[in-house]
């Protein structure tokens, strides 16, 4: 492979971070001009062994992206005007105008006038997620949203009932199972969500080799059930019903069995008693599903000795979300694989809590406060973004005025985006914290822009709690810190500083102060023997989120418990495996994980259970032939990455992506024909889009990807915009919530599509 590095050039290993996967790169820098030569695979990472997807070598292209932003941003003119100048400002001067405004705010209207919304590069950047807690504690709101509630809201629900975290994700033991069944994913595209595996096409070649089976359950004969051994359609939002369906046939069939479980686990009867109603043949219509298919299914899962049940986004952004999050773990609780290799597991993150149970155990963080307008439940510390527009645009003292976004794009990747623009336009003030001026932040007064990807370090503390195999690696920054920019994690504790009225070098000790109080020096603790004194004296005086880190590894599982010459993780260890490090296999973690009020894995937690009359409506409705109209699903496109990637011209370009999907039995009634356009309208709003057809579409089923409506006056994507496609979230609704997590429904849209 390598072509040796010319003189003055040197290679950095890093891992991409732009999707979960976390491939490992290997960044070539001319240290001469410190310009990026170009992005490789690196092959000696054990994570990913080379492999790259297209989007990995656009790092390249985004670095250099003449429309990212280098130095704050002020709007001159109204909001949401598309005549509005933009002026760059000084540090000092942004910081101020931010403070000044934002505090102004607070005293006359209390903390909660301020709401936050924070995207899902957060969660891939470790300055953005330490640093981002940070400033929101510092605000002191409560009307904190996330793009977890466009997402995965659903299994942190069902994990924190059933286990006692939110966190508590079980991963699919992906390189040791022989049956994966997959519902609403498409991992050779999306390359894997909530299931960090790099290189998943490499991996799922690699079940196949060893005589394993993979069966794929989606409304879209994917890129992923092209490849798999059985393709089962199913209708959007059937997932929770052919999931019981799978429970009651192990009832049935003499198959349920908790095995190890048994012990330690409540609510087996109560799931019993619940099956009952969804036999096969009950729930067929609604699922379209054939009843043999479903106990083939079931039987094959329980027949196999190392086989998992994994569900992702489609299950999730739907309708039932949560229950169906809960039973893809009760289907593997019931068949036997539940925390068994080759099943679901949970990981050891190198980075998290180093001792079981992962927190106090204690009720769910569930329904403490409720949003204004709806009364929507707070979860986990946060509200449901379908409420954010209300909560700003109907009257009243308590709404919100203004708005703080960090790596988020609500307006392209939350429901009804229409309001949500009227919403902002509306507001008092806002403020944004990202790289691109674009179909968000082009309504904030000031836009802060931190270094780009290659400019800082960064570790995925994040994805060590969701990974297949347990993985350790550090990315240092590739390239110098450009004069007169910030670090998100110093734009965060500068903004956290001035509204607390300290300097940022106080808000950093406090943190530290607050984070080696769990970590260090009392009974409980992953290091109950290592005085505070002792582990800042380890840890040095560098602010930063290395040092952070350090103590998370440090104190952590793999971690060296701060005692000299201790063969365990610090960051100096983890540093020094310049490719990553491999700390083996997922284990066995139960019981002692569980952190539920009860001790026990609850199986049927009351909260859940109550939402099982609704989808019994549900099925009941869906038999009846009416209201089976056309209903819009998304997909994903391997070199798109959310809304944020379109502006690199090597991913951008190419045929048109922005389609509506349609089956041709649909297209012929409708009158649509191949590359002519559809008119396709919700309860919610009504769009253009370019048709394909194909039969890879269950009939009934439409889909649009999300991501896509560029172009919007005002913002500064100069290449997006040439490839602008439309807005699906246009279509969506931020009426329909699944009711327990109030996670956007962003699947199974009704539409009506008509010829334009
Ligand atoms: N219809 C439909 N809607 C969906 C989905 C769907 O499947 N269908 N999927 C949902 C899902 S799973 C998700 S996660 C959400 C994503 O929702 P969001 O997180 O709101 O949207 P992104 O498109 O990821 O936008 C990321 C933003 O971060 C900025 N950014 C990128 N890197 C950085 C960085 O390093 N620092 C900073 N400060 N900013 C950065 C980008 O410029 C962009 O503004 O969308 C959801 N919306
Ligand atoms: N290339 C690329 N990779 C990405 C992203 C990206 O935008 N582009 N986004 C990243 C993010 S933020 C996330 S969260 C992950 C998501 O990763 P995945 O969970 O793999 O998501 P998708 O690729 O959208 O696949 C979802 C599938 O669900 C199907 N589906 C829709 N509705 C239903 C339903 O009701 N039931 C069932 N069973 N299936 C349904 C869709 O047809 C689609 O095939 O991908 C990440 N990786
Ligand atoms: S799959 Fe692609 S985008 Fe995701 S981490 Fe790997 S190279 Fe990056
Ligand atoms: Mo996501």
Redesign the pocket.
């Known amino acids: 492979m390598a072509r040796p590095l010319p003189a003055g050039h040197e290679l950095v290993h890093r891992s991409c971070p732009l ?2 996967a976390h491939c490992g790169v290997s960044v070539e820098v001319d240290r001469g001009s410190q310009a990026v030569v170009t992005v490789r695979g690196d092959e000696l990472d054990p994570r990913s062994r080379g492999y790259l997807c297209p ?1 990995a070598y656009a790092l390249k292209g985004l670095h250099e992206d003449p429309d990212r932003l280098r130095r704050p941003l002020r709007r001159i003119g109204r909001r949401g005007d598309p005549e509005a100048r933009w002026q760059e400002i000084g540090w000092d001067e942004a910081f101020a105008l931010v403070a000044g405004r934002l505090r102004e705010i607070r005293d006359a209207h209390g903390a909660d006038a301020i709401a936050t919304y924070v995207g ?1 590069p957060t969660a891939h950047d470790m300055g953005s997620l330490v640093y981002g807690q940070t400033f929101q504690r510092a605000l002191g709101t409560k009307w904190r949203f996330s793009a977890s509630s466009v ?1 995965q809201l659903p299994k942190m629900v069902s994990s924190a009932f059933l286990y006692g975290s939110p966190l508590a994700f079980p991963v699919p033991d992906l390189d040791r199972t022989d049956y994966l069944l997959v ?5 050779l ?5 909530l299931c960090t595996a790099p290189d998943f096409p490499g991996r799922l070649a690699r079940l196949r080799e060893r005589g394993g089976k993979l069966v794929v ?4 004969r ?1 890129e992923t059930a092209e490849v798999a051994d059985l393709w089962v359609p ?1 209708r ?4 929770a019903a052919f999931l019981f369906a799978l429970v009651h046939v192990l009832f049935e069939e003499g198959l349920a069995d908790l095995g190890r479980l048994a012990p330690f686990t409540n609510g087996l009867e109560q799931v019993r008693t619940l099956a009952k109603d969804f036999a096969p043949e009950a729930v067929a219509a609604a699922t379209g599903i054939a009843p043999a298919t479903t106990r083939r299914i079931a039987r094959e899962l329980a027949g196999t000795e190392r086989a998992v049940c994994y569900g ?4 999730c952004t ?1 309708s039932f979300g949560t229950l169906a999050s809960w039973l893809v773990d009760v289907v593997n609780a019931l068949s036997g694989h539940l925390d068994e290799p080759g099943g679901a597991m949970w990981p050891r993150a190198a980075s998290g809590p180093g001792s079981d149970p992962p927190r106090r155990p204690g009720p769910p963080p569930y329904a403490r406060w409720r949003s204004r307008v709806r009364g929507l439940p707070e979860f986990n510390g946060e509200l449901p973004v379908a409420t954010l527009a209300e909560e700003i645009d109907s009257a009243g003292d308590a709404r919100v005025r203004a708005l703080f976004t960090l790596a988020g794009n609500p307006v392209l990747s939350t429901p009804n985006g229409a309001r949500l623009e009227r919403a902002l336009a509306s507001l008092e003030f806002m403020v944004s914290v990202d790289i691109y001026r674009n179909e968000t932040t082009r309504f904030a007064d000031v836009i802060l822009p931190p270094t780009g990807h290659l400019e800082h370090s960064n570790y995925e503390v994040v994805f060590d709690l969701v990974s297949v195999r347990h993985w350790s690696k550090y990315s240092p920054q590739a390239l110098p810190k450009p004069e007169g920019t910030r670090h998100v994690w110093e734009i965060l504790s500068e903004l956290a500083g001035r509204l607390a009225g300290v300097p940022a070098a106080v808000v950093e000790q406090v943190m530290l102060g607050a984070l080696l109080k769990d970590a260090v020096g009392r009974p409980g603790t992953p290091c109950p023997d290592v005085s505070e004194a002792d582990a800042r004296a380890k840890l040095g005086d560098e602010p930063g989120p290395d040092r952070v880190l350090d103590l998370m590894l440090r104190a952590g599982p793999f971690g060296d418990r701060f005692a000299e010459g201790q063969e365990g993780l610090s960051l100096a260890r983890v540093r020094e495996a310049i490719h990553g490090l491999d700390l083996g296999p997922m284990e066995r973690r139960l019981p002692a994980m569980l952190a539920t009020e009860s001790g026990r894995l609850e199986l049927a937690p009351a909260p859940i259970v109550a939402d099982v009359t609704r989808l019994r409506a549900w099925v009941e409705r869906s038999r009846s032939p009416e209201g089976n109209g056309l209903v819009l ?10 809304s944020w990637m379109h502006n690199v011209q090597a991913l951008a370009k190419g045929p048109e992506r922005c389609t509506l999907l349609v089956h041709p039995d649909d297209a012929a009634r409708l009158g649509l024909a191949a590359g002519g356009r559809a008119r396709v309208r919700s309860r919610v709003g009504e769009l253009l889009a370019p048709v394909s057809v194909s039969d890879e579409m269950m009939p009934g089923v439409v ?1 649009l990807p999300h ?1 896509f409506g560029h172009g919007a006056p005002g913002a500064a994507l100069s290449v997006a915009a040439r490839h602008a496609g439309v807005n699906s979230n246009l279509l969506t609704d931020e009426a329909e919530i699944d009711p327990i997590s109030g996670n956007g429904v962003l ?2 849209i009704p539409v009506e599509v008509a010829p334009a």
């Open positions: 999707c979960e989007k899902n997402d519902l609403g994913a498409n991992p595209v999306s390359n894997g969500s359950v989606d409304p879209r994917s199913i959007p939002g059937g997932d992702r986004i489609g299950t739907q699903v998304g997909r994903r496109h391997l070199r798109s990455n959310n889909s991501g699947s199974g």
